[in-house]
């Protein structure tokens, strides 16, 4: 696509060059524990992980509401370009949205000690997911919220009544569909193929959908966690 790109050459952006992932066991930062959710747009991602939050004690962290704020962050180099992708429905190029992320990780252990991360919409491209569990930390599993697009649209559409985003509108929710088959659909079958994905069948009922998520995290032995 034409349109602003990420200046590679600017040294805060260029993805950190480490011998092992910052949060790998032994490492002077110690483990954090990371769960990826993905799921296509309006699958439910976000009100699933309300509810794994209010339950297990996780941090949240929405890629999608990162790459937001700091698109609205005044004095932002970066914010043009955000816009631009988000509107058109494609991936903001990694160093951007992986740095993002390590920020918030690292603010969040200062702030509260808390270590245990959902990562939701991300990863969203192959280089993403590959390098994020190289140079920050490798994901426990990936939870997968499968959702036919006709479910999906109806929920965007409903959601853009209220929510103000640039994104939730016929033209844009075709694009991150796309998006979405074409770009994303291929980190979740590598991590099938690894063995690493929980799916749960997101069509029904949030309580519903919740029920399988609580069930798939006992079978994975994370109860302990519940509060
Ligand atoms: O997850 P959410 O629907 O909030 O993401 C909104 C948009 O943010 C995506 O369509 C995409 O343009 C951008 N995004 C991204 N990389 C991610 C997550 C979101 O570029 N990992
Ligand atoms: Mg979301």
Redesign the pocket.
């Known amino acids: 696509m034409s349109g602003p790109t990420v200046n590679l050459d600017n040294p805060a952006l260029v993805a950190p060059k480490r011998l092992k992932p910052l949060f790998a066991p032994g490492t002077d930062k110690d483990q954090a524990l990371v769960i990826f959710v993905l799921g296509g747009?309006g699958a439910g991602?976000g009100t699933q992980c309300a509810n794994l939050v209010r339950d297990y004690g996780f941090k949240h962290l929405?890629?999608?509401?990162l790459?937001?704020e700091e698109q609205q962050r005044p004095g932002s180099e970066f914010g043009e370009m955000i816009k631009t992708?988000?509107k058109?429905?494609?991936?903001?190029p990694m160093e951007v949205?992986i740095q993002l992320l390590e920020n918030a990780m690292k603010a969040t252990i200062e702030e509260n000690g808390n270590r245990k991360f959902l990562i939701?919409?991300?990863?969203?491209?192959m280089d993403?997911a590959i390098k994020f569990e190289e140079v920050v930390v490798p994901s426990k599993f990936t939870l997968f919220f499968d959702c036919p697009e006709e479910t999906m649209r109806a929920r965007l559409l409903n959601r853009g009544l209220t929510s103000g985003r640039s994104?939730d509108n016929e033209e844009s929710i075709k694009k991150?569909f796309v998006?979405f088959v074409e770009t994303s659909m291929p980190v979740v079958n590598m991590f099938n193929n690894e063995g690493r994905v929980i799916k749960v069948d997101a069509t029904k009922t949030p309580e519903e959908v919740y029920e399988v998520v609580v069930k798939e995290f006992a079978s994975k032995g994370l109860e302990f966690m519940q509060k």
């Open positions: 747009p991602k929405s890629a999608g509401d790459l937001r992708y988000i058109e429905g494609k991936i903001v949205t939701d919409g991300f990863p969203r491209k993403q994104d991150r998006t």
